[in-house]
């Protein structure tokens, strides 16, 4: 075998290696810059949302308080349904749902309603 041409063999190998050990060093960089890119945009799609529903939120509370300004049927509304007031002389009855849920809370509320009661 002619030396020169193992030595150009040789050189090629060693370019090839060298190569490979540059692609490897730049994984070894840009991987983890990668994973904190994604997280970072994951981030700020979750924040994007929270500001929708933050400026949705502002938007009712400020058409609520304008109505509370303007609107004397919606302060009175809002004064007996979250503040349970009444006008004087007058009588309110509340009625709770049933405790259970499903269809078997509604069939025993509904037997025991058609049932006489008996002591």
Known sequence: MNWRALWTW?????????????????????????????SMQRDIQRLDADLARQE?????????IEAMKTDPTFVE????NKLNLAKPNETIF?????VGTGAAAS?????SASRPATR
């Open 77 to 80: 509304s809002t004064a007996r």
């Open 56 to 64: 949705a939120l502002e938007k009712q509370q400020k058409a609520e």
């Open 10 to 38: 040789l050189q090629s190998l060693g370019f090839l290696v060298f190569l490979a050990i540059v692609a490897g060093g730049a994984v070894l960089v840009f991987v983890p810059l990668w994973h904190q890119r994604h």
């Open 94 to 98: 509340r009625f709770e749902p049933p």
């Open 107 to 111: 069939a025993t509320a509904t037997n």
